[in-house]
């Protein structure tokens, strides 16, 4: 199975997403009485602690590939589905942290110009230390995503035996032309 590095944009249009649906929310709760602002603050320690538990696993797979062969057999196999899990959970981490952090920026956005009264500034700062903690997990998503990274290995993925393989057909391709016009 061959895993790609998600797109830089990916991560913008997460977070333009979130953003939109934090604004249109908290204008819903702004014109229906709702209180759909805010965050409660167990709600950037678990972020925190997901995306600690995370870099954890991805450190793990970073130092198993990196590895050499030779001291890699000391070492307890690596589950491949583990470490597949951990690639999914970088993704995950990297993609929700940008989502999440621009929803509690729509938030903050909308409850600026409601700054005087004092459920809104408590729901800003809430929302700011959520957007921190989001933040923080799309970094680690991000930095995690690159450690589970393997190194190339001497197969047909390899980019150097891709080139080598290049010109040798290319070699084949000159070498069948010259016979061609030489025989004419």
Avoid at 20 to 34: N, Q, S
Avoid at 114 to 128: D, G, L, P, R, T
Avoid at 138 to 165: F, R, S, Y
Wanted: overall charge positive; glycine content about 8%; hydrophobic content about 50%.
């Amino acid at each position: 199975m061959k895993a790609r590095r998600t797109p830089w944009w990916h991560y913008v249009l997460a977070a333009m997403l979130g953003l939109l649906a934090g604004l249109g929310f908290a204008k819903y709760g702004e014109i229906t009485g709702l209180p759909l602002v805010g965050a409660p603050w167990v709600v950037p320690v678990v972020l925190i602690a997901l995306g600690i538990m995370v870099l954890v696993l991805a450190l793990q797979v970073h130092k198993y590939t990196t590895k050499d062969p030779l001291k890699r057999a000391q070492l307890k196999p690596l589950d491949p589905q583990k470490a597949f899990g951990t690639l999914v959970s970088c993704k995950a981490m990297g993609l929700a942290g940008a989502a999440l952090t621009g929803w509690y920026g729509g938030q903050i956005l909308a409850s600026l110009p409601h700054m005087e009264a004092e459920f809104y500034s408590q729901a800003v700062i809430e929302c700011a230390v959520a957007a921190v903690a989001c933040l923080i997990d799309m970094i680690i998503g991000i930095v995690g995503e690159w450690l589970c990274q393997l190194p190339p290995i001497d197969g047909p993925e390899n980019p150097k035996i891709k080139e080598t393989a290049q010109r040798q057909r290319y070699a084949t391709a000159a070498t069948k032309s010259s016979h061609v016009q030489s025989s004419c």
